[in-house]
């Protein structure tokens, strides 16, 4: 491995996590994934290759250690939590702007947003199908009492409700940039179904782990109200 040759912290954490993917394989992880599988999911543009050479580096260095049920982050890896959150924080103020083409891929939108739904209040199976108005695709999300998954083929059961938006606006809401309620009452997103389904999501949806960063970020753009005065 090339180094930068300099004495200094901040040298030698670059050298660590400066290469391609790395800080992305570390975001995911912390954000639950585990399996080698799951991780490569999340980042269709790396190949499974390169993947393994990276997790390899991770150990090499400390912040991974194989387990039973695939990696996970070491007291070492996990301590990057400020750092890679940070970035979210400075990313969401600074270099977050409309999403690009390139950006937007649904299947990748629907793997995350499978991942953070919270069926702990289920009692009975719920199926949502989502379309994607733009792409004119469909997926299905199958929601179990303790279980999420997504389909991307027709899985075959009744469906409870359906979800639907442009892909832009569905990114835009799973970033927290947009609210799902917001954007149902100016109908730039459809849910329509059974009414507890449609009462349920937004409930349910706990939106993308940095949605917290980028509507902080939102919240300064605003211009401050007017404040009145009396003459």
């Known amino acids: 491995?090339?180094?930068?040759?300099q004495y200094c912290p901040i040298v030698r954490a670059v050298e660590?996590?400066?290469?391609r993917w790395t800080l992305l394989i570390v975001r995911d992880m912390l954000n639950g994934a585990s399996r080698f599988n799951e991780i490569a999911r999340g980042l269709p543009g790396?190949?499974?290759a390169l993947l393994s050479r990276r997790l390899r580096q991770l150990q090499n260095a400390g912040l991974v250690v194989r387990s039973a049920d695939g990696y996970e982050l070491t007291c070492a890896g996990q301590d990057l939590r400020p750092l890679v959150f940070g970035l979210a924080d400075w990313g969401a103020r600074y270099a977050f702007g409309d999403p690009r083409p390139e950006e937007l891929d649904p299947e990748v939108l629907m793997w995350w947003?499978?991942?953070r739904i919270d069926v702990s209040d289920l009692t009975r199976r719920a199926v949502i199908q989502v379309e994607v108005t733009d792409r004119r695709r469909k997926y299905w999300l199958v929601l179990e009492p303790g279980d999420a998954s997504v389909c991307y083929t027709d899985p075959g059961f009744d469906i409870d409700a359906v979800l639907s938006a442009d892909l832009p606006t569905l990114f835009?809401?799973?970033e927290g940039e947009i609210e799902l309620l917001d954007a149902i009452?100016?109908?730039t997103i459809s849910l329509t179904g059974a009414r507890w389904i449609v009462r349920g999501l937004p409930r349910w949806l706990q939106l993308s782990p940095i949605a917290a960063n980028v509507r902080a970020a939102r919240a300064e753009e605003k211009p401050p109200a007017?404040?009145?005065t009396v003459d």
């Open 46 to 48: 790396l190949s499974r």
């Open 172 to 174: 835009r809401m799973w």
């Open 113 to 115: 947003l499978h991942g």
């Open 226 to 228: 007017a404040m009145s």
């Open 185 to 187: 009452r100016a109908g």
């Open 16 to 19: 660590v996590l400066g290469e």
């Open 1 to 5: 491995m090339r180094t930068y040759a």
